[in-house]
């Protein structure tokens, strides 16, 4: 029913950049909040970056803040991270995700009711 299908990741260089993408289909149209979030092998899974249902408001993880920059075209269902001087400690399985309420940040992943398959980014020399 719900399904969200990212894109994008692969193998890049520190100091590269990558832009991930995210499909959703399926979903109600006054879909809010729109989250990446990320999971390093043997980590937690941690949020990166949420935008509203508008794409006036966003919250950004200090570690990626002036890096990364998320956005959403909505006519499109779909969501992007365009992540810029990447480093190693960006290396994780990304997901996003949506929620219903727009008031969310993301501190709120258990908010964010479908999630997608995830795509791996791998920075490294």
């Known amino acids: 029913q719900v399904q969200l299908v990212e894109s994008g990741g692969g193998l890049v260089q520190p100091g590269g950049s990558l832009r991930l993408s995210c499909v959703a289909s399926g979903l109600r149209s006054d879909f809010h909040t729109v989250g990446w979030f990320r999971q390093a092998p043997g980590k937690e899974r941690e949020g990166v970056a949420v935008i509203d249902s508008s794409g006036g408001s966003t919250n950004y993880r200090f570690s990626v803040k002036d890096r990364f920059t998320i956005s959403r075209d909505n006519a499109k269902n779909t969501i992007y991270l365009q992540m810029s001087n990447l480093k190693p400690g960006d290396t994780a399985v990304y997901y996003c995700?949506?929620?219903?309420?727009?008031?969310?940040?993301?501190?709120?992943?258990?908010?964010?009711?479908?999630w997608g398959q995830g795509t791996q980014v791998t920075v490294s020399s």
């Open positions: 995700a949506v929620g219903w309420n727009d008031y969310l940040t993301i501190w709120d992943q258990e908010e964010f009711k479908f």
